[in-house]
T-cell receptor
Framework: GAVVSQHPSWVICKSGTSVKIECRSLDFQATTMFWYRQFPKQSLMLMATSNEGSKATYEQGVEKDKFLINHASLTLSTLTVTSAHPEDSSFYIC????????????FGPGTRLTVT | KNQVEQSPQSLIILERKNCTLQCNYTVSPFSNLRWYKQDTGRGPVSLTIMTFSENTKSNGRYTATLDADTKQSSLHITASQLSDSASYICVAGGSQGNLIFGKGTKLSVKP
């Protein structure tokens, strides 16, 4: 149980275009989902926290107008990278919490974004 | 400043050997300590989660320890297998639900 999926697993896009990444909790309802970014040989960096039905909370330094997050249901959150640039190329990982007060975060398999 | 330091940065061991990975953290207020395994190009998978009151927790061949007084944790892998080759990430959880990730230790198990 507690499986989180991401789609797509990898994507290549041209500079200036927008890319949407989906994160789904397959067998549980995720009240809270998180979006991380990981550069090579670096640790995961939290970008934003999203709660179902409310606006996402962004970490300092993360542009909310560039990284649009929508958590429209208890099983789906989306991250849209708008007007992507090569420096946005990274590994994007989502995670989800199964119910409030739980310690456990279940991570998705990640999405590799390459902006050319 | 909240931070997590892991050592060594990388490690190469022979199959069936044991190894221990180290983690020092500075997180306040502290709530829990987690270890994850991350295969290349994949998301992290949870190995153990310990609250501040727990000293040790095992998951198969993985045994994690926690000393909340010295703010240190270790992950011991017994009888390593080739499939253990991955990055092992130590994560300290704050009482406010925040997670602070270490950079990971890259483990390579050779035949």
């Amino acid at each position: 149980g507690a499986v989180v999926s991401q789609h797509p697993s990898w994507v290549i896009c041209k500079s200036g275009t927008s890319v949407k990444i989906e994160c789904r909790s397959l067998d549980f309802q995720a009240t809270t989902m998180f979006w991380y970014r990981q550069f090579p040989k670096q640790s995961l960096m939290l970008m934003a926290t999203s709660n179902e039905g409310s606006k996402a909370t962004y970490e300092q330094g993360v542009e909310k107008d560039k990284f649009l997050i929508n958590h429209a249901s208890l099983t789906l959150s989306t991250l849209t990278v708008t007007s992507a640039h090569p420096e946005d190329s990274s590994f994007y990982i989502c995670s989800a919490i199964n119910g409030q007060g739980s310690y456990e975060q279940y991570f998705g398999p990640g999405t590799r974004l390459t902006v050319t | 400043k909240n931070q997590v330091e892991q050592s060594p940065q990388s490690l190469i061991i022979l199959e069936r050997k044991n190894c221990t990975l180290q983690c020092n953290y500075t997180v306040s207020p502290f709530s829990n300590l987690r270890w994850y395994k991350q295969d290349t190009g994949r998301g992290p998978v949870s190995l153990t989660i310990m609250t501040f009151s727990e000293n040790t927790k095992s998951n198969g061949r993985y045994t994690a320890t926690l000393d909340a007084d010295t703010k240190q944790s270790s992950l011991h892998i017994t009888a390593s297998q080739l499939s253990d080759s991955a990055s092992y990430i130590c994560v300290a959880g704050g009482s406010q639900g925040n997670l602070i990730f270490g950079k990971g230790t890259k483990l390579s198990v050779k035949p």
